[in-house]
């Protein structure tokens, strides 16, 4: 591999790589605002500015300045050398780079850095990207003084509503044009652009549009600093007071990777942020995706409940165990949940085909819906792949519909609230359901269960190319929640068998967990 | 497994002496004996006391105490005066408009060690000139059990919303509840000099005393 020299450490690079780029896959940071890996360079933020040393024998290519003699308070002729931006050079073999080591780039940062600030509000207090905002991070590392513009600053537009979602601060933008390259290069709706010059340019919406559609929160999470900010978490939380998981976004069968970012004080969920992953979903989710989070608290099943009435865990397992009084092993039936986890449909497939010896097994799971071509998949739940693999000849639920009209089956547990198709008929049969959320199932359910979701436990979930991915916990456990595989453990023990697991790590021992290795094999095995 | 034996300590290591206790016989437990020996040896002094300061062989400690200029207030009728730098309970000022300063960045909150400030934020209505980029606390609370009077959200307040210049310290109450204070009570207390606002002006762009440019002659 190619190498090139980036403040005396050698840095390879893949051919095609700009010095930025390359610097950033060793773990070196130069400083941007433009520049984004996913999207294109346009080098207008002039952060990133680095020195080439040139070539032995080469003349530096340098350009007259004035300097500020500070001893006689005049101006003298200078010369410094032309700076390049490292986001737009690409890197060469030998090449030699100088940044935080030359005085130079130095000067330069805390220059642009100034120039970015002239016309800032500075209103971090009430700014929601405080806290996580490029403008203060490169401040302190870069430039820690004082304004020295004495003039009121540039008044341009606030709080203009881009669209559903976002609203713009012109006065906050750095105009480093992130949101409208996103917009035409990722999600292909060339719906923003920029229009004025110099200090009045600020970023504006296609006449007659609006910024819609199904990428619009990416815009706000590529913005560097609290010029976009999304309708949804804007004035909710401040950043610092938040921790972060490393979660999955449980909307579709692509599995977005995603950071959850919620308050510990109370227990709330505050929102998604992509959590960066080539191989899925690159750098980027959809709006749907992004708003997620909410169903860590929404249409959640908290409570236990028998006949439709509220109920503690151990009344509802007492029901449960007088509902499968005597009945025969022949009709009763199982359902995985296609929402829940490796682990959870786990311990319901070991209850029903080892325990209780079942072989009626079906798969259940929220219905197709909207895809496209960037991220969203057609199929709306984040573990089909995950139940087939457990369980490859499990039948929709549409054919236990029919298994119980004919009275082939007449007791079923199911995981999980959803169903893709009308499951009224299933008024016939005594259903259990462990669900984390409220759906079709759970309103037909003689028993609910109480099952903790996504956002509370650890859980293995295998997306749509056949990649097993885990998420971490991040909130405890709502209501009078558990894990659903302890639900089913303890339902096997209502119903009078011995469960063969009672921790995490011996489910997960069963599954053989996901390795590093496991992943990159995963996936050249879906390609 | 065998137990395993430890073994035990020498006696004489033990540096200690038996208490002998007081035979459990009826006088004992009655007590009323000891307390009328105790009240005896009481009263004993208090008359030779007394007879001693009416013969005024002994000084009287009260009047002593009024000779050298210590005197008890009538409180809370009669209020000591509190420094000028006291810290009382907290306050929420407004603008000269009668709107509150506070614009819920949480700064008093990220500050205060004790964790007693509790702010929800809220948008203005639609149509306010504030509405979009600025917010204010839809609930503001202020838990004065919790607070350790140290200031430091009065430092952190970047718009000099919150003061603790009212000179009230923090006052008994009945129940734990009534020491929540909410916004609308914490607005609703004065400060020393009697007044909702404070002697550091808000210059917003729009004021007379904002220098430069104002936002109606923005580009």
Redesign the interface.
């Given at each position: 591999m190619p190498t090139f020299k980036l403040d005396g450490k050698t840095i390879p690079f893949e051919p095609g790589d700009s010095i930025i780029k390359a610097a950033e896959r060793q773990g070196v940071e130069i400083p941007h605002y433009c520049w984004h890996p996913g999207l294109s360079s346009p080098a207008n933020c002039r952060m990133c500015l680095v020195e080439l040393v040139p070539k032995p024998g080469q003349r530096p290519m340098m350009l007259d300045v004035l300097e500020l003699d500070e001893a006689t308070g005049q101006y003298r002729p200078a010369q410094k050398p032309k700076l390049q931006p490292a986001c737009y050079t690409p890197a060469a073999e030998g090449l030699e780079v100088l940044s935080d080591t030359s005085p130079h780039v130095t000067q330069a940062r805390h220059d642009v850095q100034e120039r970015l600030l002239l016309n800032h509000p500075v209103d971090c207090p009430i700014c929601d990207q405080s806290g996580e905002c490029k403008l203060q991070d490169y401040w302190l590392e870069h430039d820690k003084s004082g304004k020295r513009m004495r003039d009121e600053p540039v008044h341009k537009s606030k709080g203009v509503e881009f669209g559903p979602t976002i609203v713009y601060d012109g006065e906050r933008c750095v105009m480093c044009t992130r949101c409208i390259r996103f917009m035409a290069e990722v999600a292909k709706d060339p719906v923003l652009d920029m229009r004025e010059r110099g200090n009045l340019n600020e970023i504006t919406v296609g006449p007659g549009r609006q910024l819609d559609g199904h990428y619009t929160f990416m815009t706000e999470h590529v913005c560097p600093v609290g010029a976009l900010t999304t309708k949804d978490f804007r004035f909710k939380a401040r950043v610092w007071f938040l921790r972060t998981a490393a979660s999955l976004c449980q909307g579709c069968a692509t599995g977005c990777n995603a950071h959850l970012d919620y308050d510990p004080r109370y227990n709330k969920a505050y929102r998604f942020r992509p959590r960066d992953n080539e191989q899925v979903n690159k750098y980027w989710m959809c709006d749907e995706g992004m708003l997620s989070y909410r169903e860590a608290h929404d249409g959640r099943v908290l409570e236990a409940s028998v006949r439709g009435k509220p109920a503690s865990v151990s009344e509802a397992l007492a029901a449960a165990k007088d509902l499968f009084a005597g009945v025969a092993k022949e009709s009763v039936a199982i359902v995985l949940g296609a929402q829940h986890s490796l682990e959870d449909n786990w311990a319901l497939r070991e209850l029903g085909t080892v325990l209780m010896d079942s072989r009626h097994v079906y798969v259940s799971g929220r219905p197709d819906g909207y895809e496209d071509t960037i991220l969203v998949h057609r199929d709306k739940n984040s573990n089909t792949q995950g139940v087939k693999t457990l369980a490859p000849g499990a039948r929709p639920l549409s054919a236990l519909l029919g298994d119980v009209a004919s009275g082939a089956v007449t007791h079923v547990i199911a995981l999980g609230g959803a169903a893709p198709v009308d499951a009224g008929d299933l008024e016939d049969a005594k259903l259990v359901v462990v669900a984390a959320h409220e759906g079709p199932l759970t309103k037909l359910a003689t028993v609910v269960l109480p099952a903790t979701s996504w956002a509370e436990h650890a859980g293995t979930y295998v997306n749509a190319r056949g990649l097993k991915q885990v998420a971490e916990a991040a909130l405890e456990p709502l209501g009078s929640s558990r894990t659903a595989w302890s639900l089913v453990a303890a339902l096997a023990s209502a119903l009078g068998y011995q469960p063969s697991w009672s921790k995490l790590r011996q489910i997960r021992a069963q599954l053989t967990a996901p390795t590093a290795a496991d992943a990159p094999a995963a996936a050249a095995l879906a390609e | 497994m065998a137990t395993a034996t430890f073994p035990k300590k020498p006696a004489d290591h033990i540096n200690a002496k038996p208490v002998e206790y007081a035979p459990h016989d009826l006088e004992v437990k009655s007590y009323l004996p000891e307390i009328f020996r105790g009240v005896g040896v009481s009263m004993k002094h208090f008359f030779e006391n007394t007879r001693e300061i009416v013969r005024g062989k002994l000084p009287d400690p009260v009047l002593d105490r009024y000779d050298d200029g210590i005197t008890t207030i009538s409180y809370p009728e009669q209020k000591r005066p509190y420094p000028e730098r006291f810290r009382g309970v907290h306050r929420l000022t407004t603008r000269t408009d009668g709107s509150m300063r506070c614009?819920?960045?949480?700064?008093c909150s990220?500050a205060c060690p004790a964790q007693c400030i509790y702010i929800e934020?809220?948008?203005y209505p639609p149509g306010d000139k504030r509405?979009?980029?600025?917010?204010y606390p839809v609930k503001f609370v202020v838990d004065e059990l919790r607070c350790i009077f140290c200031g430091y959200c009065v430092e952190a307040c970047?718009?000099d919303a919150i003061r603790m210049d009212t000179g009230m310290h923090a006052v008994p109450y009945d129940s734990r509840d009534q020491f929540i204070y909410d916004r609308d009570l914490l607005l609703s207390f004065e400060g020393r000099d009697g007044s909702h606002v404070t002697a550091n002006a808000r210059h917003e762009?729009g004021d007379p005393t904002h220098?430069?440019?104002t936002?109606e002659?923005?580009?």
């Open positions: - | 614009v819920a960045c949480l700064c990220t934020a809220g948008e509405r979009g980029y600025e917010k970047p718009c762009p220098p430069g440019l936002r002659h923005s580009h």
